[in-house]
């Protein structure tokens, strides 16, 4: 098992070098003078050039890509100059309102999800509503609900501010609408987990022990359901970190998806390079975790393929 | 949109026939008494519907033509219902009707296309990287895995900035985000399905890679695939969208629903409508494709069981 | 997995635990299928009857009804299993419960999916200890580790912590008696536990069984479609068809004067074992059957021509 593990981490690392290089490699594509955008559009070109030797875009490009790669191990992750701070202060500053919408949303979409699916697990019969309801998430885009949420809560009925008012205050809309929108796959998980549990002999088997229903449902169900949610929770974290962008923007909420589009725009080359770095590695990084709980869980994952 | 690349992950396993006979092909029989066949026809009507109407576009006007009556007093868009235009008008006074339907035709059709696109190249890689093993395999899932793992959103900004604005721009925009999963996906069953006895029959008969894939892996695959197909689907009309409300997509005044919203969430406090509308028919193109992928989806599923624990 | 050890086995108490079990007129519908029509069957305390049938005649579905094991809302069923003084049909909730913790224990077929996969065997033998005696884990522990050894295995201990995947079917198996010997049962309805074992590993099933019936006095319910079992353990047999018993009788007088065709034909199909007539004679017919006459391999079910 250590060796699976091994390989993952391996893999993960190729993966990340894969992506610094792919960035590396595209902003050179991209349109868009990083000299020009500190500078302003009414500089001279000695200005420019002078800001690209302080940048160093003028050394050929594998001196950059070496420098820049030197510099990532060291943790050093550049310099932004739309910010006027290094990169990884930027990002660690940005961080905790990124983790707080993430785990926010998380906590709701799994509440959700789990209470729907065991509801319908248990029920044996899928309810017209809910399919309705389900099939209506899954339809939805991001940014419509993010829209109809705020149109309905912030506008109609002035529940939640729309700008000012407290962490809690700013954080519940986003988040709802990211949980709202996860839930139907929590839902799915937990759902199809509990009947696959229920149809099992070992369900059976229980039963004929004559053990009472929670003892059953703790002891014998709830790690059999456990492992298809962990894999799920493992991408979904990920991808949160990786950055909402359209959710940060209707919210105005400081994350790093927000982030990303701002770096975007001023072509904040190291700005941009260190977020999709963090992206990359929060989705490397939960995909070995997501390797390890599941080993932990399950025996049979541990002892072979 | 972040949220349905995982879908796959939950329960579009095809069902598998005997290991050792080759599949015959059964027909479709019946779609509405099957589990799931009210919602698959509910989907394939609600999108042919759409499909019709889009093109019907060129009949409800331009969606350019800014009617010099159609704001009022206060310079506000006209609402719903008003004489003349169905759905009111926009901030600049052209009629929404005109514009929502000329919008639906550009997202159906960089949908619809985006949809093919990226399925064929996923399917395609996945194919290959799950019957060739080796380091084949290991070098396309790496790159597999490192489009998984760059932010989707970013990723299409840029290629977007690159490859430049219009459909085709985005139709290759989106691709290149959506391939992957599928390609994942298509692996990982390319991959069980390889060591089936009828699979090693064909390589001892040397029979020759491609031909094996195409007619001993693929047709076991069709409704894994099928299921696939419409939910990447769904994703990509609002992936196309999103970009397009990001402005890396569609430009204006060229109507396309993405950009439209976004045009809308500016007036969306006193013309609720110019959100609202481009909504729903985003939301009804979407919901068509879901539809699809759920009541495929439900035809090979394990009927509900009742409870053990209701005793 | 090499020969049973023959050491005493450990004292239970001085009763003996089987009764005297009678089913009366058990009938039990799949939606608009009626599946048993109307099956009576008696066995005596202490005693190991045998359900002949080939698949399709009903006798899972008996055996899960009896324990009332049967998927709920799936089936209707009607009619009495008397098991000793409790009547198993009328039961619920907190005493049905309390009859599936002591009364009944059931065998099943598949022993690598009646175990759940994710929970060390051990504990899940334990689990049935504290139910039945109401101990504590540690306690538990202790007599699951005995149950281990009752039936055979050589290193409880090792076996406690292991997971069903790391076993082998034989190993499982003997996991399952051992789970339902935890029970102290009334009446073991094993449903054919054997049949997706290897042939040397369902013989040490079966003596296992035959022995621990002895020493403790079980009365056994023995599912099966195949004959040479019949001719090891029973002392009386039931033969069904179609949801129906069409036979039933002590083990001797069925192989030699059957009265019923289809019990007949059932025995044609076994005729190797006819003409064994000592323990040990059957065990070589048994375990080289596969090899000699493959028409009473014991592992696959007889389809009869006359029967279609």
């Not at chain 3, 935890?182 to 074992?197: C, G, K, M, Q």
Request: glycine residues 10%; aromatic residues 6%; hydrophobic residues 50%.
């Amino acid at each position: 098992m250590a060796l699976r593990i091994g390989r993952r981490f391996l893999f993960g690392a190729i993966t990340v070098f894969g992506v610094i290089l792919l960035t590396f490699v595209l902003q050179f594509v991209v349109p868009g003078d990083p000299a020009r955008s500190i500078a302003g559009p009414r500089a001279s070109p000695e200005v420019l050039e002078e800001i690209r030797q302080q940048l160093g875009l003028d050394q050929p490009l594998l001196v950059q890509l070496g420098n820049y790669l030197g510099a990532v191990f060291t943790g050093n992750l550049g310099y932004s100059y739309s910010f006027d701070q290094p990169v990884s202060q930027v990002i660690f500053e940005r961080l905790p309102a990124t983790v707080w919408l993430a785990l926010l949303a998380f906590a709701i979409e799994l509440a959700i999800g789990a209470v729907w699916g065991s509801w319908e697990a248990m029920r044996g019969r899928r309810s017209a509503l809910l399919t309705t309801v389900n099939v209506g998430l899954l339809s939805m885009p991001t940014f419509a609900l993010g829209f109809l949420l705020l149109l309905l809560f912030g506008y109609v009925l002035q529940w939640a501010p729309i700008e000012g008012g407290t962490v809690w205050a700013n954080v519940i809309l986003p988040a709802l609408t990211l949980g709202l929108l996860g839930a139907p796959y929590y839902a799915a998980a937990v759902r199809d987990g509990m009947i696959t549990s229920l149809g099992s002999p070992y369900l059976r088997t229980a039963v004929s022990k004559g053990l009472t229903r929670p003892v059953i449902v703790r002891r014998h169900m709830v790690r059999n359901v456990t492992a298809p949610i962990i894999t799920l929770a493992g991408m979904d974290i990920a991808l949160f970190l990786s950055g909402v962008v359209f959710v940060e923007q209707i919210f105005a909420w400081p994350g790093l998806g927000q982030l990303q589009v701002v770096a975007f725009q001023n072509v904040d080359r190291p700005l941009l390079t260190g977020t999709v770095i963090i992206a990359a590695i929060a989705v490397v990084l939960f995909g070995v975790l997501t390797d390890g709980a599941r080993a932990l869980i399950d025996p049979r994952v541990r002892t072979g393929e | 949109m972040t949220s349905l690349v995982q879908a796959p992950a939950l329960g579009a396993a095809a069902p598998d026939g005997l290991d050792a006979v080759p599949l015959s092909r059964a027909p479709l029989r019946r779609p509405l008494s099957q589990p799931g066949g009210p919602m698959l026809v509910t989907g394939l009507i609600l999108l042919g519907s759409l499909i019709l109407l889009s093109l019907c576009a060129p009949l409800f006007g331009s969606p350019l033509a800014i009617d010099p009556n159609g704001l009022t007093e206060d310079g506000l868009p006209l609402p719903a219902g008003s004489p003349g235009h169905l759905l009111g008008t926009d901030v600049l006074g052209r009629d929404m009707l005109a514009r929502t339907v000329t919008g639906l035709q550009m997202t159906l059709l960089v949908g619809i296309v985006a949809n093919i696109t990226s399925l064929a190249v996923g399917i395609i890689v996945g194919l290959l990287a799950g019957y060739y093993r080796g380091w084949f395999e290991q070098v396309l899932m790496r790159i597999v895995d490192i489009f998984l793992s760059v932010p989707t959103v970013l990723s299409g900004l840029a290629i977007a900035s690159i490859i430049g604005s219009g459909p085709l721009g985005i139709i290759v925009v989106v691709t290149a985000l959506y391939w992957a999963w599928t390609a994942r996906l298509v692996h990982g069953e390319t991959a069980r399905l390889r060591s089936r006895g009828y699979v090693e029959a064909a390589k001892i008969a040397r029979v020759p890679g491609p031909v094996i894939i195409w007619r001993h892996i693929l047709p076991h695959m069709s409704s894994l695939l099928l299921n696939i197909g419409a939910l990447n689907g769904a994703a990509v009309i609002i992936v196309g969208a999103g970009l397009s409300y990001l402005g890396a997509g569609i430009q204006l005044p060229t109507p396309e629903l993405g950009a439209m919203l976004a045009e809308g969430s500016s007036s969306m406090v006193f013309a609720p409508h110019t959100l609202l509308v481009p909504l729903i028919f985003t939301f009804l193109s979407v919901l068509a494709f879901v539809l699809i992928g759920e009541g495929l989806g439900r035809r090979g599923s394990r009927k509900d069981r009742v409870s053990w624990l209701s005793v | 997995m090499t020969g049973i050890p023959t050491g005493p086995l450990r004292e239970v108490g001085s009763y003996a635990m089987g009764e005297d079990v009678r089913v009366d007129d058990l009938h039990v519908q799949f939606g608009e299928t009626e599946v048993l029509h109307g099956v009576s069957l008696e066995i005596s305390a202490g005693s190991t009857l045998v359900l002949v049938g080939e698949s399709g005649s009903g006798k899972s579905t008996l055996a899960l009804a009896a324990t009332r094991l049967l998927e709920p809302g799936l089936a209707q069923t009607s009619g009495r299993v008397h098991v000793g003084e409790v009547e198993m049909l009328g039961l619920t909730g907190a005493t049905l419960r309390r009859a599936r913790s002591r009364v009944i224990a059931y065998l099943a077929q598949d022993a690598s999916v009646a175990l759940n996969p994710l929970m060390r065997v051990g504990p899940q033998i334990a689990e049935a200890y504290r139910v039945r005696e109401r101990l504590g884990w540690r306690a538990a522990r202790v007599r699951a580790l005995e149950g281990l050894a009752d039936v055979g295995m050589r290193d409880p201990r090792r076996t406690y912590r292991q997971y069903p995947h790391q076993l082998s079917g034989g190993m499982r198996q003997r996991v399952m008696i051992a789970i339902a010997l935890a029970l102290r049962p009334s009446l073991l309805v094993a449903d054919e536990p054997t049949t997706a074992l290897d042939v040397t590993v369902q013989k040490e099933i079966l003596d296992l069984v035959a022995r621990l019936q002895r020493e403790f006095g079980l009365t056994v319910l023995w599912i099966t479609h195949d004959f040479a079992v019949v001719a090891e353990i029973a002392d009386d047999v039931a033969v069904m068809r179609d949801g129906r018993v069409v036979e039933s009788g002590p083990v001797h007088r069925i192989f030699d004067h059957p009265e019923h065709e289809y019990t007949q034909s059932l025995l044609n199909s076994f005729t190797a074992s006819r003409t064994a007539t000592t323990k040990s004679e059957r065990a070589r017919v048994l375990t080289g059957a596969i090899a000699v006459a493959p028409a009473s391999e014991p592992a696959t079910p007889t389809v009869l021509e006359e029967d279609a």
